[in-house]
Structures are given as structure tokens and as C-alpha cells.
């Protein structure tokens, strides 16, 4: 059976659109050369299905606007509808395939769908992410802050390792204008990295104004040491939050601001006049603080030979010049530096590494004293035995050993009197507080009797058992 085709024109009104194929019998409304947008077969405009097998009808509209003429319902303005109609089989076949949705008009109708979002779901996005950001933007702000407390406090901490290595290394301490470049050549780093944090804020030096190490800094250690060190400070402060106030810049501090800095205590900002107005807090001003006393040990050399051409000598850090020591020499000098012990002669003795207070007597020609890793040695030794081996060996005078007062001596009674008087001694030295009266006059202590009785002139049992008891 042939296919019919009804068309019905409205009265003096022309067709605006040309007919198209939509599949599932779906009547629409579609402006000419108009491609429709969504569909959920996928299929994109009516020409697509114009080779298909599909019934459809297409409404005709005069206007610009598209209207849907969904389910039967006609748009106002329609003036033509074509209706074409395929045999039975062919509507079967057809039935069975969905209708497409196609959004049209911002509306949706039955086979249509809308793409868009309203103003007011749009506001409510952004309310709910306003909320959301207000809660959690704090507590990342915070994490962030504490991270960079961590770093500067880690940095400041490595910086001032690194000063004092490089100060035992050059054996030289620098001052304001060039400690960034020391610690940033003994960590291979730039000197940005070193003179600003990484907020980007200026570190900054300070010295304390009564810091004498043989004068001002800088200081270069020479063979003549220095006297103990005064006030041996320094501190780097730095800010994570704003810039240090302007008076808080590298330099010899004024006393008022460095001791108030100095003994800030930890997240507090100092009470000195130089952070008075400054508007950071405690916690982002972060301040390493170095003593530079413990760097130096004291050096003590005594020349007791008592002959004025045998004048003892001595170097630092393996330098060939030699300075003498007359008399005594009482000086500090850093940390690690190689002390070389020279004889009149000047050849070398013995070497040292300065790693503690220490002092050294020349004495027979030789030095003695605490050196090479803790070892005793003492080069009059021989001396010593010599002198031990012949009071022993000397016979006993007979008049001492008959006299009543020292009848029975020995050489071996003089020894345990002597090593009672030390042993008494060291018991008093070793008490807390040391050689303590424990509030009595001094003949009324027992330590003090015990070696009286043993060591006082004439009357002690030492002088008593030694006095004429050797034979000339």
C-alpha cells in the first residue's frame, strides 16, 4: 500500500521550514537550516534521518525562535504542518526506538532536557564554597606559618654550627659585615640565602657592644693568643611576618637593645626600645644566640728551668715561627688550635691539640705536662728516679737510728709518712666544699690534724723520720 500524505495549509500563510525526519513520531517545531543541539540518540538534526525508514511531522514556524510542538501540542504562531505517515510494519519497527529529549527554549517538556544552572543554584555554589573556605583557609594558614617557624629555627640553628665551624677551621671570627659570606662559604651556599630567610625578610647580626677578643671583631688568632675573652656574644634575629624594626639591622647593637634581645625569652618580643611599635609577634620573630667563650680554651707555659740561656719556645697551628717564653705565658686560643712544644735548641718536643684548658712546665730542659691524648709524661722523670733510687740505697746514719726520737727509722718509714700526708691530702681536697673547716677553727679539724701530724716543720712525723737519717 502506496504511503498517503495529508497537508493542511493554513489560509494565505506560507510553510517556513522544510520537512525533516525525526524518529518515534516526534512533532517539532524547527526553524530552517536550525541543527538540533541534544539528543539522546545521539543524533544531531533532522537531515540525519532523512534516508531512515522513520515516521515524523515537522511544524512550520514563522519566527526566529524555536518552539517544541511536543506530544501533539502545536506552538501558536504554527502555520503549516506536514504529516506523513509510513505503513504498519514501519511504525512497528519505528515504536520500538526511544524518543529523543531535545532541550529547546531553556524548558523542559516531555522528550526534553534543560543544560543550564539558575542564578539561585549558582549562589548557593558559592555560598557553600565562601563557608567552606572560611573554615579551613585558617588552619592552613597555620600550618603554613608553623611550617616556616620550623625551617627559620632549623636554618638559624645550622647557621650558627656553621659560624663555629668555620671559626675552628680559619681560626678567624668575622664580623658584621662579612658573616654571611663565612657561613655561606662553609655551607657552599649563595650569601642571599644566608642574609634573608625565606619570607624574603633581612637577618640580621648583632654584636654585643662589650665583646673584647683582643678588641673588637673581626678577630685573627696569633701566636700571642688573647686574654680572656669579655662578653664573647652574638646573636642572628630574624622575622617570618614583617621586616625587623630599622634599628634591628647588622651591627654592634646599643647595650640597652641587645641585652633586652638577649634575654628575651622564647616567642616573646624583646622589651628593648628598638622592638617598641612593632607589629609582629612573638612567634614570628625567631633569634639564635651564640657564646663565643666556649670556643677558647686557656694555655698556660712555664718556664722554670731558671737558666737564662735556656730559653724554651713554642708555636700554634704548626707554624715555623717560634715565639719564646721568658718567664710565663697565660693566653686563650680557640678551640682545636696545635700547640708545638720547642726545647732551647728548638727542636720540636712534642705537639698538643688544644682541646681543653691546659698548662705546661718547661723544666731539666724539657717539657712536661698533660699532652698527646691524655698521657702523663714529665721529662725530668729520669731526674726523679735517680734521686728516689739513692736516698734509698744510702745507708742509715747510726747517731739517727740510735737517737730516741728516730729510733727505728727507714727509708721505708719516710715514704708511708710521706704517702699518709697525701692520702690525707686528697681526702680534704676532694671534700664539697673543698678543704671545708665544717665550722671550726682550722686546729679543731680533722683533716687538718691529720696532715699536721704528719707534715708540719721540725715536729711532723716526715721531718722527723728524714732529719739527719742519711749518711752525707
Not at 89 to 112: F, K, S, V, Y
Not at 316 to 334: G, R
Request: net charge positive; proline share 5%.
Amino acid at each position: 500500500m502506496s504511503t498517503l500524505r495529508d497537508m493542511t495549509v493554513a489560509a494565505g500563510v506560507p510553510p517556513a521550514v522544510e520537512a525533516g525526519i525525526l524518529p518515534g513520531g516526534l512533532s517539532c517545531g524547527l526553524r530552517r537550516n536550525l541543527r538540533v543541539q541534544s539528543c539522546h540518540s545521539g543524533r544531531q538534526d533532522a537531515a540525519l534521518y532523512g534516508s531512515q525508514e522513520y515516521p515524523f511531522s515537522v511544524v512550520g514556524i514563522s519566527r526566529c525562535d524555536v518552539r517544541a510542538a511536543c506530544s501533539g501540542a502545536t506552538p501558536s504562531n504554527a502555520t503549516v504542518t506536514r504529516t506523513f505517515i509510513l505503513p504498519a510494519t514501519t511504525r512497528a519497527r519505528t515504536a520500538q526506538r526511544a524518543i529523543p529529549t531535545i532541550a529547546l527554549n531553556g524548558h523542559r517538556q516531555d522528550g526534553c532536557r534543560c543544560n543550564g544552572f539558575t542564578l539561585v543554584e549558582i549562589i548557593a555554589v558559592l555560598a557553600i564554597m565562601a563557608v567552606l573556605v572560611g573554615v579551613v583557609a585558617p588552619s592552613v594558614i597555620r600550618r603554613i606559618d608553623r611550617a616556616a617557624w620550623t625551617k627559620e629555627t632549623a636554618d638559624l640553628n645550622t647557621f650558627a654550627d656553621a659560624l663555629n665551624q668555620s671559626i675552628i677551621r680559619t681560626k678567624t671570627i668575622p664580623s658584621y659585615t662579612n658573616w654571611a659570606s663565612t657561613v655561606a662559604s662553609q655551607m657552599s651556599l649563595p650569601v642571599s640565602v644566608i642574609s634573608t630567610n625565606s619570607r624574603r625578610y633581612a637577618r640580621a647580626f648583632l654584636i654585643d657592644p662589650s665583646l673584647s677578643i683582643n678588641g673588637a671583631l673581626p678577630y685573627t688568632q696569633t701566636p700571642n693568643g688573647t686574654t680572656k675573652p669579655v662578653s664573647a656574644r652574638v646573636m642572628i634575629v630574624s622575622s617570618l611576618a614583617r621586616a625587623l624594626p630599622a634599628s634591628v639591622t647588622n651591627g654592634v647593637a646599643s647595650a640597652t637593645n641587645f641585652t633586652a634581645i638577649w634575654n628575651a625569652a622564647e616567642n616573646t618580643v624583646p622589651a628593648g626600645p628598638a622592638f617598641s611599635g612593632w607589629g609582629g609577634t612573638g612567634e614570628d620573630l625567631r633569634i639564635k644566640k651564640l657564646n663565643l667563650e666556649p670556643l677558647f680554651y686557656q694555655l698556660i707555659l712555664v718556664n722554670h728551668s731558671g737558666n737564662t740561656n735556656t730559653v724554651p719556645r713554642f708555636s700554634i697551628d704548626e707554624n715555623s715561627n717560634t715565639t719564646a717564653v721568658t718567664n710565663w705565658l697565660n693566653k686563650y686560643y680557640l678551640d682545636s688550635t696545635v700547640i708545638g712544644l720547642y726545647g732551647a735548641t728548638t727542636n720540636l718536643q712534642t705537639c698538643h691539640l688544644l682541646k681543653r684548658s691546659i698548662s705546661f712546665l718547661f723544666e731539666s730542659d724539657a717539657w712536661r705536662g698533660q699532652v698527646q691524648g691524655g698521657e702523663s709524661y714529665s721529662s725530668s722523670g729520669d731526674a726523679f728516679y735517680n734521686t728516689a733510687v739513692t736516698f734509698f740505697s744510702r745507708p742509715i746514719n747510726p747517731a739517727a737510728e740510735a737517737a730516741a726520737q728516730t729510733h727505728g727509722v727507714s727509708q721505708y718509714g719516710v715514704m708511708i709518712a710521706m704517702y699518709t700526708f697525701m692520702f690525707d691530702y686528697v681526702y680534704w681536697a676532694n671534700q664539697c666544699p673543698h678543704f671545708a673547716n665544717h665550722g671550726q677553727s682550722p686546729s679543731g679539724t680533722p683533716e687538718f690534724l691529720l696532715l699536721d701530724n704528719q707534715g708540719k716543720t721540725s715536729i711532723g712525723n716526715i721531718d722527723r723520720f728524714s732529719a739527719n737519717m742519711i749518711v752525707p
